[in-house]
């Protein structure tokens, strides 16, 4: 269904802009469980002082956390940036069924760049990864943030 795939990345969308509004790295994601959308954030490492708070993994552990369950079996993840290796391998320890993902990162992805996570024989479980989604929309929000900042 591409109009709900374009409805959930225009929300991604959203969360990347208001990261970047406060400092942070433009990237935001969303968690859909049954199309229904649990969880949605920005970057907020900066804030949260913590490395870790890209927002991938803080959409994950707000849905684990709302949905009292570790894993996220039949989740969907959408993500503004290719997943670093970081967030790749949360997705994969989260059981996400389903990755979209807008633009590319040939510096820091880790997807379809960088160790491919997914594809490496110790990864146990790997999402089906739609790439390109709003990818020239997603490129364009990190282009500017990083051309302002300079
Ligand atoms: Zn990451």
């Known amino acids: 269904m591409p109009s709900m795939t374009n409805r959930f990345m225009g929300i991604a969308l959203e969360e990347a802009r208001a990261a970047g509004a406060r400092g942070e790295v433009p ?3 969303v968690l859909v469980m049954d199309g229904t959308v649990i969880a949605s954030a920005g970057n907020r490492t ?10 991938e993994v803080a959409v994950i552990r707000e849905a684990a956390g709302k949905l009292g369950q570790e894993r996220l079996t039949g989740a969907d993840l959408y993500v503004t940036l290719e997943p670093c290796t970081l967030c ?5 320890f989260a059981r996400i069924r389903r990755l979209y993902y807008g633009a590319e990162d040939p510096k820091g992805g880790a997807v379809d760049n960088g160790v491919r996570f997914f594809a490496q024989p110790t990864c146990h479980h790997a999402p089906d990864v739609y790439s390109g989604i709003s990818g020239v929309e997603a490129a364009e929000i990190l282009k500017e943030f990083f051309a302002e900042r300079r």
């Open 27 to 29: 990237v935001g994601a």
């Open 46 to 55: 900066r804030a949260e002082n913590d490395v870790t708070a890209h927002a």
């Open 88 to 92: 790749a391998a949360a997705i994969s």
